[in-house]
């Protein structure tokens, strides 16, 4: 097992899921997958933090669910970006973008 | 609607999120097995990656919970465990809070009793006071004749009912010893206009109210228990009064205390008695009960029209007449409105000062907590929500303050009406739910006061500020807020303290002033009579003397006298007089101040005679109709002689009383005497002519000068009074001194209680200053050491904070001292013998708050000099 496993903030968790969400409808399951394999195991998301912050999400109007069936044939529940949510992600990455530059400018410049 | 969609979904969400969780668990063992794990295998490897799905629902559900409910229960938890982490921290701010917000309830208690309740009687809003003025000889008799107060019954279109009532005190003879029972005789219509039914028994009947008729007595609640230990028996048994059995009828319920609070009886006036029919008879105090919906306006409007009407048809007695109407409650409270207002604007002054104090506390505190605020703020918490949750502990720490509050406002609450004595209204008092609503719109007010510049202040940095910051080196902003907060408490306080400064000098300058009589050693009391007995005025004047000379015969007894007001106690009985002979000045009105005494007043209050001789009292006609008095004997005081004769010897002049129909005889002035603060001590003497009639009423004030002690008299005195007057009672016995003291009960009570405000408010600025500049004391420890380390003296450390600290203390002076201009120019009229900008007062103010900052400054100071720099760098 690689030593080197980050877990996640809560504010990055929201981003990362609505980023995701951003790609298509996709279960919760599949969310955690994509998360692990995006970032190449290095980030792992515990189920204890997905699920209340999918609901959040969703109860914030970022997130839109219903039900379909999975490749499997299975009943799963389906999340999608609203348009509210597209706005909020589009404000997130940004924010993201300014503090990781700024930090690592400060990484760069002050060693 | 976000609630209800938020409460219905409840039961679908537990069983979607089921399926949702189970889904993920499938999914997970389905890709165990396909790494090639038994089914059973891949199934437990997947429920325990996918880790405790009880907490998982817990938290999704909490998403949903209603928002407020969970909130405002976590916040209350959070704040709990707030309170107890910092327990002196806790009791500080309660203890404070307790004291701020009890004192404000307690005052508001008394406030709500007094003036914003209607009157304890039903629809008291209706209830208005019915006066008859002529408004052309400023005469102070107001009560109404009773043919008029039937016209007015009659003839009127906005009340529902006119009644009136006079009290006199009774002797009742049933026991061993007279007693005295204290009764209104009342017109037909009185229950009618209280709206009040008696609780046993019924009111009067038309028979008891015809002349001639049985009669009957109405009890009250307090008789009932006090002599029939309130046994239903009473109705029907008899009281003996003057000479007539009165049956007793019916029982007042306990809280039907009118016209006083100690009255025992009502009994019935026959309208149509012949003594009843003049209508220059001036008996009735009245009250009526509007029509609902009439304004007293509409009222007043009504009667002035009814009032002409009268005028016409009798121009000879009703045509000057005027009616005066206003509501009940306004001349039941009169004065007292003012000063509790006054106090009650105090009281939240000092509740201000509490609010200020813990607002600084809870800054100082929330610099501390920076991290905790930091990392809630990195967890994703919203700024609202860390508001809200420092505001959740605020309002805990002020409900707690409340609570204990309201256990003060009840201490507080008796203690106030032990002071303010026979204040109208004050058995009203009472702590009920009407308080606690009120404390607790004082803890949400308190909260959002002390509360939110804290909350807002330690949120306002954003995330990278503050896990950037080294909280020991910015304090600058917020140090300049805290010691504004301090500041104000400072200034606050000072006002307060000259306001109670300026009232105890002027209260000390009351028991300063000589008031021109000697009110040491004497003993008041009352005798019981009826106004029957004025239809025999010589009969009453014989029967006064007879009761003057055999208390003057009793050995300790230096003198007696009569009188119908005390003296030194307001009275307000000024009116015009007019001169018979010429005038020095002509056209110049004559409002002088009329006082009824016997003639040997004077020698027993030790009022000197400057010019002339001493009155002698007139033998009154036995038939008062029928004139023949003569002329009377008056006396005028110094400052009579000097405003309206100067120049002249007075004596000999005759001065003439108004009067309506009634042209009552000129007095003679005999004598001039000194100068007596008659009208209390508090108003400089105003020009007054003494009427000398030993009998102004049947009930005077006998005043009665003692070598001893005079209440040690009081038993031999009852008993000669029993000798010679075995139908009477004695009642009301009290020394002067402590009579002139009850009438500036009101004073006092202002005086003691701003006092008390005043020296709280003191001590919660010198807690705010102390506390402030220790924070800050604590928080640069570290430049003290090193600025220690490299050499800085301790003394100049010491006086570095010393000064801030009074810098303060200077600027909340001179913002105080304007403060202290308005506040004091509100007292103004409730000062006597100090003016409200007295210089040695405020200077005084000033430099107790100085001395008093400058110990609370010291001994952080002192703390700050003290610090070991080695410690100190050690630490770091």
């Keep these: 097992m690689p030593t080197e496993k980050s877990d996640l903030l809560q504010g990055t968790l929201d981003m990362l899921i609505l980023k995701i969400v951003a790609l298509g409808p996709v279960h919760g399951y599949g969310i955690s997958l994509r998360i692990r394999q995006i970032s190449k ?16 999400l969703e109860k914030r109007g970022w997130l839109e669910s219903d039900w379909g069936e999975s490749d499997n044939g299975r009943q799963a529940k389906f999340y999608r970006l609203s348009a509210k949510g597209r706005r909020q992600l589009g404000k997130e990455e940004s924010n993201w973008h300014r503090l990781a530059g700024a930090v690592s400018q400060i990484l760069e410049t002050a060693s | 609607m976000g609630w209800r969609k938020g409460l219905f979904r409840k039961r679908p969400l537990d069983q ?50 209603l928002p407020l409910v969970e909130s405002a229960l976590a916040n209350l938890k959070s704040a709990l465990r707030f309170m107890r982490k910092s327990p002196a921290f806790s009791i500080t701010v309660v203890a404070t809070l307790a004291l701020g917000i009890g004192a404000n309830s307690a005052v508001f208690s008394a406030l709500d009793a007094v003036i914003l309740r209607p009157l304890p009687f039903p629809d008291a809003d209706q209830l208005v006071r019915l006066d008859q003025i002529n408004p052309k000889v400023r005469s102070p008799e107001t009560q109404v004749a009773p043919v008029r107060l039937e016209d007015w019954n009659r003839m009127n279109s906005t009340f529902q009912a006119i009644a009136g009532y006079y009290t006199q005190d009774e002797s009742e003879t049933s026991g061993t010893f007279p007693e005295k029972v204290t009764m209104a005789a009342v017109t037909p219509r009185f229950l009618q206009v209280w709206g009040v039914a008696p609780a046993l028994g019924r009111g009067f009947n038309p028979d008891e ?124 409270v009169g004065d007292v409105r003012g000063s509790l207002w006054f106090l009650f604007g105090s009281v939240s002054l000092l509740l201000v000062i509490g609010c200020t104090n813990v607002a600084a506390l809870l800054l100082a505190r929330a610099t501390q907590r920076q991290h905790e605020i930091a990392i809630r703020f990195s967890l994703g918490a919203s ?13 805990v720490l002020a409900l707690t303050g409340a609570a204990f509050g309201l256990a003060v406002a009840g201490g507080a609450s008796r203690a106030f009406r032990a002071l303010a004595g026979n204040l109208p209204r004050i058995e009203e008092i009472r702590l009920d739910w009407r308080i606690v609503l009120y404390s607790l719109v004082c803890t949400v007010v308190v909260t959002l006061l002390c509360g939110l510049l804290p909350a807002l202040r330690a949120t306002r940095r954003n995330l990278s500020g503050s896990m950037a910051q080294a909280n020991r080196t910015q304090v600058s902003t917020r140090s300049r807020l805290q010691w504004l907060l301090v500041g104000v408490q400072v200034s606050l306080a000072v006002a307060l303290l000259a306001g109670a400064g300026l009232l105890l000098r002027s209260f000390q300058a009351l028991g300063k002033v000589s008031p021109g009589f000697e009110a040491g050693h004497i003993l008041t009391l009352h005798i019981s009579g009826g106004w029957g007995e004025t239809a025999d005025m010589r009969a009453l004047a014989q029967r006064i003397d007879r009761t003057l000379d055999a208390l003057g015969t009793v050995p300790g007894v230096e003198a007696t006298a009569t009188s119908a007001n005390p003296p030194g106690v307001p009275a307000e009985y000024e009116t015009e007089h007019t001169f018979i002979e010429g005038q020095t000045e002509p056209g110049r009105k004559v409002h002088v101040e009329s006082r009824f005494v016997s003639a040997s007043y004077f020698f027993t209050m030790q009022i000197p005679l ?110 000669k009074i029993h000798e010679i007057e075995p139908a009477r009672s004695v009642f009301d016995i009290m020394p002067l001194d402590e009579r002139l003291g009850e009438a500036f009960v009101d004073t006092r009570l ?65 913002c105080g001292l304007a403060l202290a201009v308005a506040f004091t120019r509100v007292l103004a009229g409730m000062l006597s013998g100090v003016s409200p900008s007295d210089a040695t007062t405020l200077v005084g103010v000033v430099l107790l708050i100085l001395t008093v900052a400058a110990g609370a400054s010291l001994l952080p100071a002192a703390r700050a000099a003290r610090v070991d720099p080695m410690q100190v760098l050690r630490e770091e």
């Design chain 2, 610 to 719: 400057l010019a002339g001789e001493l009155c002698r009292e007139p033998t009154p006609p036995s038939d008062p109709k029928g004139g023949g008095w003569g002329s009377l004997n008056v006396m005028v005081n110094r400052s009579f002689a000097n405003t309206y004769l100067p120049g002249a010897t007075p004596i000999g002049y005759h001065v003439q009383l108004p009067g309506g129909n009634f042209i009552p005889p000129p007095g003679e002035i005999r004598g001039v005497v000194g100068d007596a603060r008659e009208q209390g001590l508090n108003h400089a003497p105003v020009p007054t002519v003494y009427w000398c009639v030993n009998d102004p009423d049947p009930d005077p004030y006998y005043l009665i000068r003692t070598q001893a002690e005079p209440m040690t008299m009081a038993q031999t005195l009852r008993r």
């Design chain 2, 16 to 65: 979607q999120l089921d399926s949702e969780l189970r889904f993920h668990i499938d999914e997970l063992t389905e890709a165990n097995i396909a790494l090639g794990f038994s089914p059973e295998e891949a199934r437990r490897r997947a429920v325990l990656e996918f880790g405790g799905q009880q907490q998982i629902r817990e938290e999704v559900q909490d998403v949903y919970r």
């Design chain 2, 383 to 395: 700024r609202t929500a860390v508001v809200i949750q420092l505001l959740a502990e605020a309002f």
């Design chain 2, 209 to 332: 109210e015809r002349f001639g008729g049985p009669d009957a007595v109405i009890i009250s609640d307090r008789y009932w228990r006090g002599h029939f230990g309130a046994n239903p028996d009473a109705l029907g048994k008899k009281l003996h009064m003057g000479g007539y059995s009165y049956t007793i009828v019916g029982i007042m319920p306990a809280s039907f205390l009118f016209p006083e609070r100690d009255v025992d009886a009502w009994s019935a006036v026959p309208m149509n008695a012949p003594y009843a029919q003049s209508r220059d008879s001036a008996w009735f105090i009245t009250v009526g009960r509007l029509k609902p919906c009439v304004t007293v306006q509409q009222a007043q409007a009504n009667l002035t029209t009814v009032q002409a009407q009268l005028g016409e048809q009798y121009p000879k007695t009703d045509g000057e007449l005027a009616v005066y109407v206003q509501p009940l409650k306004d001349t039941i």
């Design chain 1, 41 to 56: 195991e290095m980030l792992r998301v515990q189920q204890g933090s997905l699920y209340p912050a999918l609901h959040r």
């Design chain 2, 750 to 814: 202002r005086t003691v209680l701003l006092s008390f405000f005043a020296v709280t408010a003191v001590s919660l600025a010198c807690l705010g200053l102390y506390g402030t500049l220790s924070y800050f004391v604590n928080v640069r420890r570290r430049e003290v050491g090193l600025r220690l380390a490299l050499g800085a003296a301790r003394g100049q450390v010491l006086r570095q904070f010393l000064l801030e600290g009074l810098g303060v203390a200077v600027l909340g002076c001179v």
